[in-house]
């Protein structure tokens, strides 16, 4: 009877690797407790696959996932302990008999719990759900009294019949899109004609947090976090707003990355006569190319802004760089109290998909959750194909997909997974487990090195002994025939 045709309403960890396309289905056990100690896990004896569930609160949802996924937990589902205001099931508050009265105290949550990450969950592998106080209570009393119960954790994404659009959300000063930018570059070629992609920029309204304002010398509220005196704005990245990397040099960098795509990259034309627009491939090879020469050279203090760092990495890139700057400034520059027209298009797409988390990827318009890996991205894009093409057929299974696509196998191959090891930085993240034909030659090398070993140790054991004996006999009698009476001793 707690079966439900729609699913029960929950949320997902901005952690752990969740197997898009893919499913989780099994018994789901009850830790009872909040899995804060690990003095608990030997008591934790479930018979594998299974799923864990754990309270909320006392200490970091990563805390309690590490704890699970050391007690072989294949899945989490956190238990809500604090209902929602807007649950119409939750109990609110009595009103308070006088001023001194705390009993009143608001007993729910005005907003859902996110489970970000505390900045040490890049170990975590398995996936998390928090499931509602509503819905966990009701499966923790079933659990207490011994009654099983069965869970499917599902990954499904927006499926396309043609095309898959996926999406980075990000901002230059991000470092948790550093790998991905810098290694993501040949799985998008690989994909190249079946899906394309599109970079957004976080950039905060300026307006709307009160930094704008002053005059046309950007003298604003935020002088050193905003560019249009006060109207586009990011986090000062080193977190120092008197030195190093600022805000509006964030806000600066975010534009031109915006126009290289938009030039090289984007799938749609917009032509002006100052500033002419080709059409991209949906892969940007410039872009990418851009990014991880930036992140090489120039993503450090003394060169984020640097004209000269920048103008190499045009050059390194094979990007026009008058054509880019001319689109900086057409868009409306950075100067003064004028809006920016590809500034805003990105503050506006950023509200209307409710991005409130940066970095974050979609498939198909859909947040991809977990950690922002080469691996976890491509496996969602493959998920997101009603067909897929046939580099995910050939290297979604494998243990480290960003191998597989690295090697290319030869035609007669097809279907194994490559060796791990040999180009790539090192990004994906992928398992120890290798194709059946390393397994096989592995075996075979290994049989023939210990085939090796053993005769060589033979042997040398037989030519110890022969000395052995040849010197005992040495004291008893001449050996004149050395070599007969060798043989006679083996």
Same mark, same amino acid.
């Given at each position: 009877d707690l079966f439900k045709e729609e699913g029960y309403d929950h949320r997902e960890a901005l952690f752990g690797v969740p197997p898009y396309g893919g499913k989780i289905a099994?018994?789901?056990?009850?830790?009872?407790?909040?899995?804060?100690?690990?003095?608990?896990?030997?008591?934790?004896?479930?018979?594998?696959?299974?799923?864990?569930?754990?309270?909320?609160?006392?200490?970091?949802?990563?805390?309690?996932?590490?704890?699970?996924?050391?007690?072989?937990?294949?899945?989490v589902i956190i238990a809500d302990n604090t209902c929602l205001c807007r649950d119409p099931d939750c109990t609110p508050p009595p009103p308070p008999s006088s001023s001194d009265d705390t009993s009143s105290v608001l007993s729910c949550e005005t907003s859902e719990p996110i489970m970000a990450d505390d900045g040490?969950?890049?170990?975590?592998?398995?996936?998390?759900?928090?499931?509602?106080?509503r819905d966990a209570d009701v499966w923790k009393d079933r659990l207490s009294n011994n009654q099983p119960v069965q869970v499917e954790m599902q990954w499904s994404l927006p499926i396309s019949e043609t095309t898959v659009q996926y999406e980075l959300w990000t901002s230059p000063g991000d470092a948790l899109s550093r790998n991905f930018l810098?290694?993501?570059?040949?799985?998008?070629?690989?994909?190249?004609?079946?899906?394309?992609?599109?970079?957004?920029?976080?950039?905060?309204?300026?307006?709307?947090?009160?930094?704008?304002?002053?005059?046309?010398?950007?003298? +604003? %509220?935020?002088?050193?976090?905003?560019? !249009?005196?006060? $109207?586009?704005c990011a986090t000062d990245p080193?977190? =120092?707003?008197?030195h190093g990397i600022s805000g509006a040099d964030v806000?600066?960098?975010?534009?031109?990355?915006?126009?290289?795509?938009?030039?090289?990259?984007?799938?749609?034309?917009?032509?002006?006569?100052?500033?002419?627009?080709?059409?991209?491939?949906?892969?940007?090879?410039?872009?990418?190319?851009?990014?991880?020469?930036?992140?090489?050279?120039?993503? +450090? %203090?003394?060169?984020?802004?640097?004209? !000269?760092?920048? $103008?190499?990495?045009?050059?390194?890139?094979?990007? =026009?760089?008058?054509?880019?700057?001319?689109c900086m400034k057409d868009s409306g520059g950075l100067e003064g109290d004028v809006p920016n027209s590809k500034l805003e298009l990105e503050i506006k797409a950023e509200i209307e998909r409710g991005i409130v988390i940066i970095p974050t990827a979609s498939v198909n318009q859909a947040a991809i959750r977990g950690v922002l890996t080469v691996n976890t991205v491509f496996d969602a894009i493959c998920a997101g194909f009603s067909s897929p093409p046939p580099i995910c057929t050939r290297c979604q299974a494998c243990p480290d997909p960003e191998q597989c696509v690295l090697q290319k196998p030869p035609p007669h191959k097809k279907g194994v997974c490559p060796t791990q090891g040999g180009g790539g930085?090192?990004?994906?993240?992928?398992?120890?487990?290798?194709g059946r034909t390393t397994v096989l030659g592995s075996t075979l090398l290994l049989s023939g090195i210990f085939a090796g070993m053993y005769l060589w140790q033979q042997r040398r054991n037989q030519m110890e002994v022969r000395d052995e004996v040849r010197g005992i006999l040495a004291e008893y009698m001449p050996l004149e025939d050395k070599e007969a009476e060798e043989d006679q001793m083996l």
């Open positions: 099994t018994n789901v056990y009850y830790a009872g407790g909040d899995m804060c100690n690990d003095s608990s896990l030997p008591d934790l004896e479930f018979p594998s696959p299974f799923i864990l569930m754990v309270d909320r609160g006392g200490c970091t949802f990563v805390k309690k996932v590490r704890h699970a996924q050391h007690a072989g937990a294949a899945g040490s969950g890049s170990d975590i592998s398995i996936p998390t759900f928090l499931v509602f106080k810098s290694f993501f570059q040949p799985m998008a070629q690989a994909l190249a004609g079946s899906a394309y992609f599109t970079p957004h920029y976080h950039i905060y309204d300026g307006i709307r947090a009160g930094c704008s304002g002053g005059d046309n010398n950007n003298n +604003n %509220a935020c002088p050193t976090l905003c560019t !249009n005196n006060g $109207r586009y080193d977190g =120092d707003l008197d806000v600066t960098e975010s534009l031109r990355r915006i126009c290289i795509w938009n030039y090289y990259g984007s799938t749609t034309t917009t032509t002006t006569a100052a500033a002419p627009q080709q059409q991209g491939d949906g892969v940007g090879n410039e872009f990418w190319e851009y990014n991880r020469e930036f992140l090489s050279e120039c993503d +450090n %203090a003394d060169n984020f802004s640097n004209n !000269n760092c920048i $103008r190499s990495i045009y050059e390194t890139a094979k990007i =026009d760089g008058t054509v880019i700057e001319r930085g090192g990004s994906g993240g992928g398992g120890d487990v290798v």
